[in-house]
């Protein structure tokens, strides 16, 4: 049992970490590569097209896509009241710098585990999660980056409105056509790569700065991530595969988007304190995320 649970693990953390470690030996070596291109394919086809075939390639349901995007509301709540705590007591701003704590890396590097460790259920049910933490990104993240509240930013997404139309067919059980389904699941499995390599030069660029105020920040990140995880599994009673995309989901380091978001809307400051946390927590991940993995696939099999 032990063996085939380690296999397993080895199976599903393994391509994700080596992706990444492309990603930051191709930024290292290559320190003047323009990533605008990878961007702008990833954030306006490629993850459009992973989040559109996530959706409506499974056996997902309207009310279980509901269900999650509450739950997914649910924990960025409850991370919300001690963020702004711990901010408070390090000095820091807690409106500012609050995006990195409670917006998780659900997509570069959640949805990949979710895929590798369940399936195409557990591909449904991360990127119910993912969507919403999008959503979120382009809402409350530019709301905190900016402390202004705007929808220009969010009317002129791409993943918004293949989520809106991915929410229609589901309520309406209207079955996408499999040819639409066969290139969005090209386009989208392309993207995973994209998107794991694209995080691994962005995070070969970034700089850590106060260390210790940092270490706080990202452990806070990802020791009350699982601890949220668990309680939302065990107030909703959550089984099987759901239970674990839910704790891998929620234990999952701070999301590079709020450090695009700061670098956009936020003071330099801010931006750089961001983007400490977003590298020193994911580089703690690689330690963190094989445990959670472990625990999801042990008792949540």
Known sequence: MLLSITIKLFEVVFPVFFVIGIGYWFGKNNPRFDT??????????????????????????????????????????????????????????SITELGPLILPNCGNIGLPLAIFAYGSNGFAIGGSIASVIMLLHFTLGIFLASKKLSLGPLLKSVPMYVIFLSAFLLYFKIEAPQFLINTTMLI??????????????????????????TSILSAFRLLVGPIVGFLIIDYFNLKSYEAGIVLIQCSMPSAILNFLLAKMYSRKIHATNIASVIMTSTALSFITIPIIVLIALTYYN
């Open 188 to 213: 989208g499995y392309a993207a995973i790569f994209l998107v794991l390599a694209s995080l691994g030069i962005a995070l070969s660029t970034l700089k850590t700065k106060n260390i210790y105020e």
């Open 36 to 93: 605008n291109v990878i961007t702008d394919f990833v954030g306006k086809i490629g993850v459009p097209c992973l989040l559109f075939y996530s959706l409506v390639s499974t056996s997902l349901d309207f009310n279980t896509f509901i269900k999650f995007g509450g739950i997914t509301f649910l924990f960025v709540s409850l991370f919300a009241i001690p963020g702004i705590i711990i901010l408070k007591l390090i000095k820091r701003d």
